[in-house]
């Protein structure tokens, strides 16, 4: 590898250039809409760049813990909390002026030992089940805009899970946990939450029978959470989507897309990047087009925290920002369902040219290889600067 000279070829050019008007959050509110937000976990908290966009008011108006209100992070032995790591994203939210939505009570997963695998009896795990729940939301009482208080209750064919909660003490856990989430926090949303409920199919009938199970028990819940983990090119359409959120609406609860993701099998390409803008588009304008619809959560923004690469092999790239925390065509799509816009200015643009032997060739695009934000750079430090539409390109 020869070492660059530096050529400084001045291109004066006049580009139309996109840049951005309002953001996210910003314009779903605009439309009626409570929040567009973003999951987040401690641990990138640490990141200046992540944490200074998560913060960023315009595109996220609401965050939600991914992992650190979990059970077995806030109760890993029995009538032991923790509270330290979800108090830092509560505090987060709050200094920002976030909304946030507190995720989850009653799961399957990620429980303690203590919990799966206790000896249990109907009682002992109801008052076991009481007392966490009623602890931790007397703890964030008036903190969380929403509680996922159940999460993935059932199979995929609508049956419920074999969760301990549902072992030992049968579906009357579901109204009791709501019961219980109700009485320590009157003014949290309280919702039930599952993936593969985002179009008809029996998993959302057994979702619309949970909201049914709840009311008439007596017991409040105020929402269903559709998690939508989806998949490029198999999202479910905007009409299949807008129908099924019809089907929960009428049963008088709101609805929210609280975990939107969309994966790739990787690499990507620029046709699966397109393709993956069309499934957000669709997505948020089925949310926007219901009125019970109250907002869209996405489960982290950038593909450099995306739970998706650990967890489904050979796939990723599933977030609106890339790993380098530049945004991709998805930001698009979605403001352009939230209807949104960016506006066209004429820009005198200098670039500069770094050229030598083996050395990287700047591309004459105005997109945003290898910089951040809508005016980056065009040199990529690995890949070549692809251009993919009018305004966009990316180092591929
Ligand atoms: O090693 C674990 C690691 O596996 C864990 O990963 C988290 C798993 O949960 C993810 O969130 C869930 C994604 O989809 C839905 O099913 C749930 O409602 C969500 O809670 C989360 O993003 C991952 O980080 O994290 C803790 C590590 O110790």
Redo the contacts with the bound molecule.
Sequence with gaps: MVHLSTIALALASVLPQLTQGAGLHTSAVAKGKLYFGS?T?NPELTDTAYLAQLSNTDDFGQITP??SQ?W??IEPSQNTFSYTKGDVIADLAAKNGQKLRC??LV?H??LPNWVSSGSWTNATLIAAMKNHITNVVTHYKGKCYAW?VA??ALNEDGTYRDSVFYKYIGEAYLPIAFATAAAADPDAKLYY???NIESASSKSTGAQRIVKLVQQYGAKIDGVGL?A?FIVGSTPSQSAQTTNLAAFTALGVDVAY??LDIRMTLPSTTALLTQQSTDYKNTVAACMANTKCVGITI??YTDKY??VP??FPGQGDACPWDANLVKKPAYAGILAALGGTTSTTTTLVTSTTTAGSGGTTSVPLYGQCGGSGWTGGTTCASGTCKHINDWYSQCL
């Design positions: 999951a976990d991914g992992n979990k077995d992070s995720h989850t799961w997963s990620q996922d999460n993935e939450n599952d993936y998690q983990h609280t975990e489960w982290d995306s739970w650990s967890t």
